[in-house]
Every structure is written in C-alpha cells, then in structure tokens.
C-alpha cells in the first residue's frame, strides 16, 4: 500500500495505472473561460505544505512526470474536420493527450477531437462562441479552435507555463495566465499576436472579466492574493488578500461580485467589486478547485475534488444549498448558456458529470479523453461561408496607397510593382467593410478594407522572387466564416491556389496571364 504522501488521501495499490497517475496527481484544474490549479497538498492550521516541499515543487514533479510518460500515452483518433454546425457544445482540453472533446449539449455525445498543443489545460470561448481558446502548459502556446469547424486555425506563443484563459465580452482580447512567469499575457484576438504582458502575483492561475470587460481578476496561488487588472491600460490597480491557495474565480453576470475557490482551507471568498474587499467567507467541500456562476447569477458551482462532490451556493444568502456526487477527482466545471445544464470534469474517470440545474442531480456521464480539465461551453451559430479570390496585376503607377506598409516590410518601393487584388463574395453577393490582410511568406504587406464590390487591393514591391505566393485572408466574423486564397508565381507562370480543404495541401487554378493595372 502506497500513502500519497502530498494528501494522505489515497491508499493505491502498487498495481494500477489509475492510482499511479493519481500519485502524480496534481491539482490541474480549469473551468469555463476561468483556468485555476488546485494545491495538491492538504495544509495544516499552520502555512507549512508539509514535508520541507512546497506548492511549486509539487508542480514541478507532475511536469517531471507527465514528460516521462508522454511517449507511452496513446492518443485519441483524431476526427476529420467537422462541417459548419448549429447548438450548444461543450470543449474539454484532455491534459494527457493533447486533445480536446467535442460534447453536444443536444445528445451528450462526443461528436468531434482537436489536437491541439502539449499538455492542453485552460479552455475559454466568447460569448459569440465564434473561437475556443486553450492554453497548452507544456507548449508555451494557445490553440486557436475555429468553433464552426473544429479546426485549429492558429497558434499563440505566450509567457512561461500559460495555465487560465478568458475572454473580454467583445470577444477582441484574450487574457492568459503564465503560472511559471508570474505574469499575464494579453492577446488581440484579430490578430492573435501578444499585445502586452503583465505582471501580477506569485503563482497566477485563475482569470475572470467582469461582463462590462473593464476588470479582469486573477488569482495568484502562492501569495493568496487576487489581482484586479483594468483592461483599458493593463496594468494592475488592487491587490485583494482572500483565503489560502486561491485557484478557481467566478465573477456575476451583474459584476458586483467575485467568487474565488480556496483550495488550502476549504472555501469560497467573496468579493465586493465596488470596493474589492472580501466581504463573505462560505466553507465548502473538500479541497475546493473551479467554480462557475449560472447565468442568471442565482447560483454557484464548486468543483470539490478530494470529496468527489459539488457545492451549490445560493447567491443571495451566500450559503450551501446543496451537494451533488459527481465523478472521480472533479476539477473543472461550466454551465451552458442557458443555464440548464452543467458540465464537470472529472479528472480520475476521464469522463464528464452532466447535472441538471433544476434538480441538481447528474443525469448524464460521458467519457472524454485522457485526464480532462479545462471545460467551456458556448452556443455556436453556423455562419454563412464565404470564399476569395485574388489575382495579380503589374503596376505601371507610381505607387500610392498602402504600398508605403510594404516599403516598411520589404524593404523595396511600389513604383513598377505589383498590385494584389482580392474579392471576397458570401453566396454570390459581394461583402463590404471586411479586412483582409495581405501576405507572402508569413510577412504581413498590408491589410484594406472592401468596398461595395467586395474588392481590397494591396500594392507590392517589384524586387520579389520569381518563385512567390502572395496570400489573403479574411478572419470572419459572427455571421461570415473565414477564408483564405493564395496565388503563386512559378518561373514566369502563375496561378491562384484554392482554398485549404485539409491537410492534403492546394490545388492550382489556371489564373489569366498578368495586365497592367488601370489607372
């Protein structure tokens, strides 16, 4: 018999692959649009972790541990791109094999699995549900998810062990949570490029944005602090002392409260917005870790994770109302839009808890990947698909417009150049208003908005290599799905390539021979 030496809890058998990841088990914890990470050790009255270690080295030995054992996982199949999809769905990053589940709030199914980064934890989604966000711990990266198709359209370099994701109302900036940098990057969403970084407390985990985006709250595990960022200049303007270990962090759907879960002494602390102090204290379950607020701000989730339970606070009282036993070692835990269901991550099972919020009991458990933790739900709209076109043209001008942005990148004039010429058409019709960014070998020329005729233009330098491909993109929006063209030169032939279908790569479309541009 083997006593886990970090809680106690378990007695494992030495046979076993369960109880043996449970032993490097580890507090990975995350919750819809909120990443936290729970303690794995149970502390005394006293501030001692126990046994000379702390709350770092134990992270330290489940990292140690998971790269040891990362090449005997077996990954899941991963499935062909889904089509463009209508409803509710819920995104469970899968720590242990680099995926995420695809649930269908509608069957409870798994219907899709994204690989993603290494080791994926946190999970966010907009209130569009246009995009899933997931922080890969291992990776120093975030997955891009395109909601509509399940596909991963991007990839973030971020700070050190990037762990909580959220999302501003807007949907225009990401906030992630770097555990090993002490800090909290800051991600533009059209671009998907790192704007700023932020430093915050020892140990950030949790990230919540209160519903008119102008505050973002991040619980910082080794100093038992929250940080209060105001989103207009990121930069840090409160620093909240609450309970011990603080991972979990919920803000209400009206932004007056925030409720953060404690994962050393069993509790929810409960912040005042207007004068960010802690003005309630409500012990929960054992070893407390995410904590989602239902929609109409009425209720609160804890995942309780040595307890396999889950407390239910009634916000007006700030009081236990009720407990649910859900599956082994919850973690993670968000509620649909419409508040009717909730879902929770169960880290031992590799399953998720599906609880009806009218009765509070589970009615549903469905299997997922390898130890999930993060978990989002969003209603996703099927949106209208659009496609580019682009064609090349000679410039006899003298170069005028945007061709300025391209002396920048390349370093060459627009004079006897090129100009690209984009179109970009939604079921026949041309979209106006749109941005498209222009591109060659990763390099950005320069981004023009369509006019009537759905058409953005961008010059480009002369001095290219006879062997190019110039790219435009359109991002998409709420109602418009991306789209993407390229058009390449080949030794004097050229062609425009259709749009990507799939790992298989592009097909060449004959294109007409170039003309000089009218002026």
Same mark, same amino acid.
């Given at each position: 018999?083997?006593?886990?030496a ?31 990470w ?27 541990? @998971?790269?040891?054992? !990362?090449?005997? !996982?077996?990954? @899941?199949?991963?499935?062909? +791109? ?7 769905f ?14 269908? *709030? ?9 690989t ?15 995009r ?31 762990i ?11 906030? /992630? ?30 990230v919540?944005?209160? +519903?008119?985006? #102008? ?8 100093? $038992? ?5 105001? &989103?207009?200049?990121?930069? /840090? ?11 979990? %962090? !919920? ?17 929810? #602390?409960? =912040?005042?917005t *207007? ?6 204290? =409500? ?11 239902? +929609?109409?701000g ?23 109302i ?11 835990? !968000? ?6 269901? %909730? ?8 399953? /998720?808890?599906?609880? $009806? ?5 589970? =009615? ?25 076109? @682009? ?12 061709g300025?942005d /391209? ?34 070998? #990763? ?27 110039? &790219?435009a993109?359109f ?6 799905? +991306?789209?993407?063209?390229t058009?390449c ?16 790569? @592009? #097909? ?11 002026t």
């Amino acid at each position: 018999m083997i006593e886990d030496a970090l809680t106690g809890r378990w007695s494992p058998s030495s046979s076993g692959a369960r109880d043996a990841r449970r032993f490097r088990g580890l507090q990975e914890v995350f919750m819809s649009g909120i990443a936290v990470w729970g303690a794995p050790e149970r502390r005394g009255a006293g501030r001692s972790c126990g046994g000379g270690g702390s709350w770092w080295v134990v992270v330290r030995a489940w990292v140690a541990g @998971l790269a040891v054992l !990362a090449g005997l !996982a077996v990954p @899941l199949a991963v499935a062909t +791109p889904a089509a463009a999809q209508n409803g509710t769905f819920a995104y469970v990053a899968n720590s242990a094999d680099d995926t995420v589940s695809v649930i269908d *709030a509608a069957t409870n199914t798994v219907i899709d699995t994204i690989t993603v980064g290494d080791e994926p934890i946190g999970v966010a989604v907009p209130p569009n549900g246009s995009r899933v966000y997931v922080a890969n711990f291992a990776a120093d990266t975030v997955s891009v998810i395109d909601a509509a198709t399940n596909t991963v359209i991007d990839t973030v370099t971020v700070g050190n062990e990037p762990i909580g994701v959220a999302v501003t109302p807007n949907g225009s900036r990401v906030y /992630v949570t770097n555990l090993a940098a002490d800090t909290v990057s800051v991600i533009d969403a059209a671009t998907n490029t790192v704007i700023d970084t932020i430093t915050v407390g020892d140990g950030p985990i949790g990230v919540a944005v209160t +519903p008119n985006g #102008s505050r973002v709250y991040v619980t910082n595990v080794n100093d $038992d602090t929250v940080s209060v960022i105001d &989103t207009g200049t990121n930069t /840090v303007i409160d620093t909240i002392t609450v309970g011990g270990e603080p991972v979990g %962090v !919920a803000v209400t759907p009206n932004g007056t409260r925030v409720y953060v879960a404690n994962v050393a002494d069993d509790t929810v #602390s409960v =912040i005042d917005t *207007a004068t960010n102090t802690v003005i309630d204290t =409500i012990t929960v379950g054992d070893n407390p870790q995410l904590l989602v607020v239902t +929609p109409d701000g009425s209720r609160v989730y804890v995942t309780n994770r040595f307890d396999d339970t889950v407390s239910v606070i009634d916000t007006a009282t700030n009081t236990v109302i009720d407990t649910i036993t859900v599956g082994g070692e919850p973690v993670a835990v !968000a509620v649909t839009p419409n508040g009717t269901r %909730v879902y929770v991550t169960n880290f031992a099972d590799d399953t /998720v808890s599906v609880i $009806d919020t009218a009765t509070n009991t589970v =009615i549903d458990t469905i299997p997922v990947g390898d130890e999930p933790l993060g978990v989002a739900t969003a209603f996703v709209e099927e949106r209208i698909p659009t496609k580019l076109k @682009l064609k090349l043209e000679k410039n006899k001008g003298k170069g005028k417009g945007n061709g300025k942005d /391209v002396v920048d990148a390349l370093g060459d004039g627009g004079r006897n150049g090129l100009i690209l010429k984009a179109k970009l058409t939604a079921e026949g019709e041309p979209l106006e208003g749109r941005s498209i960014e222009f591109t060659t070998d #990763s390099v950005a020329l320069c981004t023009d908005t369509t006019d009537s005729r759905g058409k953005a233009t961008c010059k480009v330098p002369r001095k290219q290599d006879n062997e190019t491909c110039y &790219t435009a993109t359109f991002a998409g929006d709420d109602t418009y799905e +991306p789209s993407t063209v390229t058009f390449c030169r080949f030794n004097g032939m050229s062609g425009q390539l259709s749009e990507l279908a799939g790992p298989e790569g @592009l #097909s060449a479309i004959p294109s007409p021979a170039l003309s000089p541009a009218r002026t």
